[in-house]
């Protein structure tokens, strides 16, 4: 109910009742809800700044969780970084070293991404920083692992090759210790047994009874056809290596392989004999490298204790007749 208002008029010496138009009343109703609105409104932005509402907690406490999140992801980044860091240094300073490869350069390992800058759709954020630091990091750590696995391959190939390398160089002597009667001649000048004169000899002589095993001292295939006998060698097999290895073994009684054959280390190829220029059964044994004979004696140390070995070298470098 609105209140009804009087003013004194002078004129007339009395009271008289104020009139409001229509229009008044609507003026001031007008005013009145616009300040309300005003008041209303500055107080909800007050609110707005000054009090959290349970919406805004709830993402404040997500973003604050998120970025927890961030700090132990970087720590376990940086984890992972040093167990990177580990293998890179295995892979180059004893892989690498034990197949005698160069190390992979530094330049290759910490190349970084150059170019355009990746991380631009990261930035106008708050935590723009934090993020782009991480997604750099991670994308380091994935280029470097990547390169790691790379070389982790070539490592396997090396092995795989040193293997074969390893299993066709000839490492065992062609007779069993226990068969061995005595290594009777070695490598180097030498009287010829039936010539009487001196000569070298390109091969070891390895006594034993005829019939007894001869092993192949490295993989490789039979190059020559043992049925051929020759003067000189008598009935003799030769292997092919690879790797510009060959072995002969001469003065057979008997050849148990053909040619083409492959053989494993060894495998029996024949057996001690006296064919040939040969005066007491045994077998002369030779290393050729490269189409050069050299001196087996290093080609069996596989089997010899260092004094066996010392022994070996002092009976075998004494100038006495060969068997040939
Ligand atoms: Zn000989």
Redesign the pocket.
Known sequence: MSKVKYYYDQRSLSYKRIERSAWDKFRNTALFITAAALFAFLGIILADTFVESPKEKYLNRELENMQLQYRVLKDRLDDLAVVLEDMQYRDDNIYRVIFEADPIPNSIRRAGFGGANRYENLEGFDNSKMIKETARRLDILTKQAYIQSRSFDDVIDMARNKSNLLAAIPSIQPIANKDLTRIA?GFGFRIHPIHKIRKL?T???FTAPTGTPIYATGDGVVSNDPRKREAGYGTFVVIDHGYGYETLY?HMSKANVRIGQKVKRGQIIGFVGNTGTSTAP?L?YEVIKNGVKINPINFFYNDLTPEEYEEVIIMSSQENQ???
């Open positions: 001649s000899h091969g070891i002589d001469g045994h002369h060969s068997f040939d």
